[in-house]
């Protein structure tokens, strides 16, 4: 998923990326398997963390909208895919 390869291409772990961010592994875990969509407000820490430009922060917004959007159409999963 995009959210793991952003981490990954920054060289941070899970737990670098929770230090970093303020969240949880498990938060980070379940967000990168698709178990969860991410919040507006998870973006941004993300954002932060990453210390990605507005324009690569409005990308990571659209894209986890869309994300989010799929998931609604797939019977309300709740869940990223």
Do not use: F, Y
């Amino acid at each position: 998923m995009l959210l793991r390869s952003i981490r990954l291409d920054r060289g941070m772990t899970q737990e670098e990326l929770g230090e970093a961010s303020g969240m949880s592994v498990r938060s980070i875990r379940d967000l990168e398997r698709g178990v969860s969509c991410p919040r507006i407000s998870t973006l941004r820490l993300l954002a932060q963390a990453w210390k990605l430009s507005d324009a690569q922060g409005a990308e990571l917004h659209r894209l986890a909208r869309a994300a989010r959007d799929r998931a609604g159409r797939n019977l309300r999963a709740g869940a990223c895919s």
